[in-house]
């Protein structure tokens, strides 16, 4: 991720439900803490900002291919597109990491299940988290561990392009008091 990135390259995340949220703070996170360009890491959410925000779960996350979202994105193989599904079936997700895989860009597979398909991805990264205690439910244990991974992909890939000095955030936006006392 990081050489992809420091070849010019996008992490583009796509998610559906809880999963496209997570994604979203993540790339909110990303500018404000390591200064990272903001056009330059973003979410794709089934649905749109409508569904993530309001409407939380709607039939975008079987039903809607991300293929039209995709395209305008201007994909290239120095992206890099990070797709989150617990269950690995999410179409919307599963749809853009096939189209991200035709246009050459690396693609990752975060999931639950270990029976998810290699074919549209490059990596598959299991989270293993077991039994949701409600269950049906993947917004608690696996929503935790998404959150964990998504961390460590984007916390390492900063480090790795050199937006840390030791454990210090050297590149953070000075945007509010709370970053300018930090910086």
Do not use: W
């Not at 559906?16 to 979410?43: K, M, N, Q």
């Not at 979202?69 to 997700?93: F, H, K, R, W």
């Not at 690396?106 to 490059?122: M, N, V």
């Amino acid at each position: 991720i990081a050489k992809s990135l420091s070849q010019g390259g996008r992490m583009i995340y796509i998610g559906a439900g809880t999963s496209g949220r997570l994604a979203a703070i993540d790339t909110v996170e990303l500018a404000c803490t390591f200064g990272f360009p903001r056009d330059r890491v973003y979410t794709l959410i089934a649905g749109g900002l409508s569904d993530a925000a309001l409407d939380i779960e709607t039939n975008f996350e079987e039903d809607a291919s991300a293929v039209p979202e995709m395209l305008l994105t201007g994909l290239n193989s120095n992206d890099v597109v990070i797709g989150i599904s617990v269950s690995g079936s999410a179409y919307y997700v599963q749809s853009e990491l096939a189209l991200a895989k035709f246009y050459g860009a690396f693609c990752i597979l975060i999931g639950e299940l270990s029976s998810s398909s290699t074919q549209i991805c490059d990596k598959i990264i299991y989270l293993n988290s077991g039994h949701e205690i409600i269950a049906g439910s993947t917004r608690m244990k696996a929503g935790t561990a998404t959150k964990k991974v998504l961390n460590f992909i984007s916390t390492t890939s900063m480090i790795l392009l050199g937006r840390v000095y030791g454990c210090y955030m050297i590149e953070l936006e000075c945007i509010n008091q709370k970053l300018i006392d930090r910086a």
